[in-house]
Every structure is written in C-alpha cells, then in structure tokens.
C-alpha cells in the first residue's frame, strides 16, 4: 500500500505516518522500487498498535521503547509484556478515573431534570409568574 492509502485507511495524515517512521514508533517501512514506501502487512499492522494505544493514551516514549524493543526480537518478550502490562494498569486506573466523572456528571444531570420537572408542575405565580 502506498503512503496515501495507508494515511486514509488510518485516518493518519502522511506527515504523521513518516514521523512515525523517523522517530521509531514503527519499524521503517519497506521501499518499492521507485523508493516510495510500500506498507505491507506487518507495516500496517504497526500503525494500527500505535494508533490504538496513542488514542489509549500511552505516551509516545512508550511506544518507541516498545518498538525498539520489538525490533531487537524475542529476547525482549518479558520486558515488552512488562511493559504492556503497565500500560493496562495505568489505562485501567484512568478509566476509573473517567467512570468517576461519568457517574458524577449523571448524577447532576438527574437532578437538574427533577428540578426542572419539579418547578413545571408549578403554577405560574409559585416561580415568579414566568411562563
């Protein structure tokens, strides 16, 4: 697949996708012929991890860690699981964080109905003779 194909299956611009690239946040990707990036599979399957956990919100170093270690092949199985796992948790803690904030907001909105229900089964004149 070529930049432009990969850029609109991701929904990555092509400026992303080579720094990307250059920064180590995907293994370099295989050139054609013409010298022009061919995405395979592999190359695509990368971009899909990374865009996945940059929209999970683990922090670019990570994932370069990640995929400097990835490259350096199965020697580093335990410390790229190590790594995920604490991704998970850190993960797992902001969910929890974000259902706080959830139920917090469903809560105020439940009241703000009742009020609102409660104050149009009053009469005009009980609230200031608004209508």
């Known amino acids: 697949m070529t930049i432009t194909e990969v850029s609109k299956k991701y929904g990555l611009t092509a400026d992303t996708l080579r720094y990307y690239e250059r920064i180590g946040l995907i293994p370099p990707v295989p050139r054609g012929k013409s010298g022009a990036r061919d995405y395979g599979q592999e190359s695509c399957q990368w971009v899909e991890l990374m865009k996945c956990m940059r929209a999970a919100g683990v922090q670019i170093e990570t994932l370069i860690e990640y995929a400097a270690l990835a490259q350096q092949g199965d020697g580093t199985l335990e410390a790229r699981r190590n790594l995920l796992v ?46």
């Open 86 to 131: 604490r991704q998970r948790e850190q993960l797992t803690a902001r969910m929890a964080d974000m259902q706080a904030s959830l139920d917090r907001l469903d809560y105020k909105i439940d009241l703000y109905a009742r009020r609102i229900a409660q104050q149009d089964r009053q009469s005009p004149e009980e609230h200031g003779g608004n209508t």
